[in-house]
């Protein structure tokens, strides 16, 4: 069955602190592979998407993101955190070559940045 | 440039009523999907439109369905509301069914 995997429902730092976010998946073959940010009471951005080529992906908001075939995995990461970036976190991944038929997203980690 | 623009922001239904949520797209796209995203859970797929034809649907009951319009925009109507189905509801376009989608705000729907 296809699904999406964040396992850290919560996450804590430090503002300046770095940042890795999990996602991990389970497709047939390797998908479309996305992450957006959603504020309270707001819709989802994009912040960085994956389609093929480097597995080092660089996004908006000084995001990057790492995919790693072997793990089935597209950690999310920032070096520094800013006190703005605290929101919840989605990765999607979506059927590769169709674009954006059916995303599936996972349940989402919820950052909290501490002053 | 307007982004996904999505109305009304919130609702308030009864359960057995009947609801209409509305979605413009972004500027230049043509196809929208929909999600329901509980509280605390990731959006699901509802449905996409695509040339005014539903083109793939999610795993929901036929109490869902929609339209889209000549002018790409499009409708998700849901009938005989249940309480399960307070939700936001997020609508999400693109160009051509390839590209990466674009979300709206969220119509924020309560079924009370």
């Known amino acids: 069955a296809q699904s999406v995997t964040q396992p850290d429902i919560h996450i804590t730092v430090s503002e300046g602190a770095s940042l890795e976010l999990r996602c991990n998946y389970s497709?047939?073959?390797?998908?479309?592979l996305f992450w957006y940010v959603q504020s309270p009471g707001q819709g989802l951005q994009l912040l960085l998407k994956y389609f093929s080529g480097d597995t080092l992906v660089q996004g908006i908001k000084g995001f990057e993101a790492e995919f790693k075939r072997s793990q089935s995995s597209f950690n999310l990461r920032k070096p520094s955190v800013h006190w703005s970036d605290a929101a919840e976190y989605f990765c999607a991944v979506g059927p590769p070559g169709r674009g954006t038929y059916k995303y599936i997203f996972g349940t989402g980690t919820r950052l909290k940045v501490l002053a | 440039d307007a982004g996904v623009t999505q109305s009304p922001t919130h609702l308030i239904k009864t359960r057995g009523q009947q609801v209409t949520l509305r979605c413009s797209p972004k500027s230049g796209h043509d196809t929208v999907s929909w999600y329901q995203q509980a509280l605390g859970q990731g959006p699901q797929f509802i449905f996409q439109?695509?040339?005014?034809?539903?083109?793939q649907r999610g795993n929901f009951p036929d109490r869902f369905s929609g339209h889209q319009f000549p002018n790409y925009s499009s409708e998700l109507n849901v009938n005989a509301l249940l309480l399960g189905d307070s939700a936001l509801y997020l609508c999400a376009s693109s160009l051509g069914r390839a590209s990466e989608a674009f979300f709206g705000q969220g119509t924020r729907l309560t079924v009370v």
């Open positions: 497709y047939g073959a390797t998908p479309y």
């Open positions: 439109y695509y040339e005014e034809e539903e083109r």
